[in-house]
T-cell receptor, first 115, second 117 residues
Framework: AQTVTQSQPEMSVQEAETVTLSCTYDTSESDYYLFWYKQPPSRQMILVIR??????QNATENRFSVNFQKAAKSFSLKISDSQLGDAAMYFC????????????FGTGTRLTIIP | DTAVSQTPKYLVTQMGNDKSIKCEQNLGHDTMYWYKQDSKKFLKIMFS???????INETVPNRFSPKSPDKAHLNLHINSLELGDSAVYFC????????????????FGDGTRLSIL
């Protein structure tokens, strides 16, 4: 069974600084996707970024980038130039790349932005 | 122009009652899901349907019965509600991977907070 682990229940960062959220996962599959979702206090689940396992190049979306280490099964999220609106719960998630597979989520990291 | 919409957003009810949560998506997706987020914010899959057919049922008590009248709707009916059912329930949808597309991200509704008294 696939598992996703987020070892940092809470993180904080000064506004405009950079923060990295950690995620590790366990799988025996080779073809899968990894995602970071953001859940602000409004409760919405918002897709931040995704990474295909077969791609070596790390995904980037504006201020958000990932460090994907397939051999180490590590998938960290880097947020640059942190903004107050980045404050939220961040969930790492894993999904297989065939069928209509469920997402397996980590336990989340609560990110606080310090003004 | 909401993509995945759930109703109601909040549901407060007594233990033992039966209630339903509705979900609709206007994205043309083939697959829909129900997830449960507990008080510790842990999100876990409950069900998924592809073109009205059940494909995932993750050991959910049979008091929970999903119903998909068409591929744009996946409703969740819960019988004999228990205190442990208190949670936020999220509906999500995605495009069918078997259509030759790579894994499409799941789009989530805003969640329904269910509180059992």
């Amino acid at each position: 069974a696939q598992t996703v682990t987020q070892s940092q229940p809470e993180m904080s960062v000064q506004e405009a600084e950079t923060v990295t959220l950690s995620c590790t996962y366990d799988t025996s599959e080779s073809d899968y996707y990894l995602f970071w979702y953001k859940q602000p206090p409004s409760r919405q689940m918002i897709l931040v970024i995704r990474q295909e396992a077969y791609k070596q190049q790390n995904a980037t979306e504006n201020r958000f980038s990932v460090n994907f280490q397939k051999a180490a099964k590590s998938f960290s999220l880097k947020i640059s130039d942190s903004q107050l609106g980045d404050a939220a719960m961040y969930f790492c998630a894993y999904g297989l790349n065939f069928g209509n597979e469920k997402l397996t989520f980590g336990t989340g990291t609560r990110l606080t932005i310090i003004p | 122009d909401t993509a995945v919409s759930q109703t109601p957003k909040y549901l407060v009810t007594q233990m033992g009652n039966d209630k339903s949560i509705k979900c609709e998506q206007n994205l043309g997706h083939d697959t829909m899901y129900w997830y449960k987020q507990d008080s510790k914010k842990f999100l876990k899959i409950m069900f998924s349907y592809n073109n009205k057919e059940l494909i995932i049922n993750e050991t959910v008590p049979n008091r929970f019965s999903p119903k998909s009248p068409d591929k744009a709707h996946l409703n969740l009916h819960i019988n004999s509600l228990e205190l442990g059912d208190s949670a936020v329930y999220f509906c999500a949808s995605s495009q069918d991977v078997s259509q030759g597309l790579s894994n499409q991200p799941q789009h989530f509704g805003d969640g329904t907070r269910l509180s059992i008294l």
